[in-house]
């Protein structure tokens, strides 16, 4: 090495993910409420624990083609992390005791003594909801009492709004929210996301009409940038995936503003929780 050079320094996120990539993962128990094959497991020989979804586990999808769950969930974590939003923890593609699949950080939203979800996304009386909400749908309790569900105005909930429209997200539940013993939000569970056609269903429509917030347009500028040539998203998704991600952040940089919730779908996940 030439005299004076420095070696890059090891961040904590490299260590994190270098654990992710090579640690053995002892399988704790497996998510009773998953749609796909979901395992919790210990990174071997660390207190550190993750999320796997081995690929042989993903339930055939109608409009998602088979297998390709996993790498949607690593090229969300790439997409958010290249444009600089970290909002979703790190998650890599590797191989595991059920065979190949992803593995994600685990945020342990328990230490935190609420559920995924709490504070974020609620149902209110409908006439009372309160001020920092924002009313997405009106329905009836199990008592047949007229409600309103809404989510927190908060600036790191319209971020993660953002960042579901680069993705596509066809599935942002309220238990896919998640704050960590600091409070710092994440978005966990992305493989319905980086379709081709539009596809996004979500419980974050509160902001529709409003523009985007100024540090987001940012991040979006920074994001195009980086997937050209994209290289890091290649062998994840598609080349026509890739291609239609690239346009979203065209589109969304020339027209940076909330969409009204499309008239010719439906535009909820199911649950909402």
Not at 69 to 94: C, F, H, K, M, N
Not at 204 to 222: C, I, S, V
Not at 228 to 255: C, F, G, K, N, Y
Request: hydrophobic share 40%; charged share 25%; net charge negative.
């Amino acid at each position: 090495m030439p005299e004076g050079q420095r070696l890059p320094a090891v961040t904590a996120q490299d260590e994190i993910k270098e654990l992710l990539l090579s640690a053995d993962l002892d399988i704790e128990g497996v998510l009773p409420d998953a749609s796909n094959l979901t395992a919790r497991v210990l990174l071997s020989g660390t207190a550190e624990r993750a999320l796997y979804k081995p690929i042989q586990g993903e339930a055939p999808l109608r409009d998602f083609p088979d297998g390709t769950l996993a790498g949607r969930e690593v090229a969300a974590y790439q997409v958010s992390a290249l444009g600089g939003w970290d909002l979703i923890p790190q998650t890599v593609l590797r191989d595991g005791p059920l065979g190949p699949g992803s593995v994600q950080r685990w945020i342990d939203w328990e230490a935190t003594g609420s559920a995924p979800g709490d504070g974020m996304l609620e149902a209110f009386a409908a006439t009372g909801v309160p001020e920092g909400w924002l009313p997405i749908v009106h329905g009836e309790d199990q008592d047949g009492r007229p409600v309103v569900v809404a989510h927190r105005d908060s600036p790191d909930l319209a971020s993660l709004a953002v960042l579901d429209l680069v993705l596509n997200n066809a599935d942002r539940k309220g238990a896919h929210l998640v704050r960590d013993a600091s409070g710092r939000l994440w978005g966990v569970d992305h493989g319905l996301t980086l379709h081709v056609q539009d596809k996004l269903r979500t419980v974050l429509w509160g902001w529709a009409g409003q523009p985007f917030p100024d540090h987001d347009r940012e991040r979006l500028a920074q994001l195009h940038d980086a997937l050209r040539p994209a290289d890091t998203l290649a062998d994840l998704i598609s080349p026509e995936e890739l291609t239609a991600l690239i346009a979203r952040v065209e589109a969304l940089r020339t027209h940076p503003v909330f969409p009204d919730l499309p008239p010719d779908r439906y535009p909820l996940p199911w649950p909402l929780w």
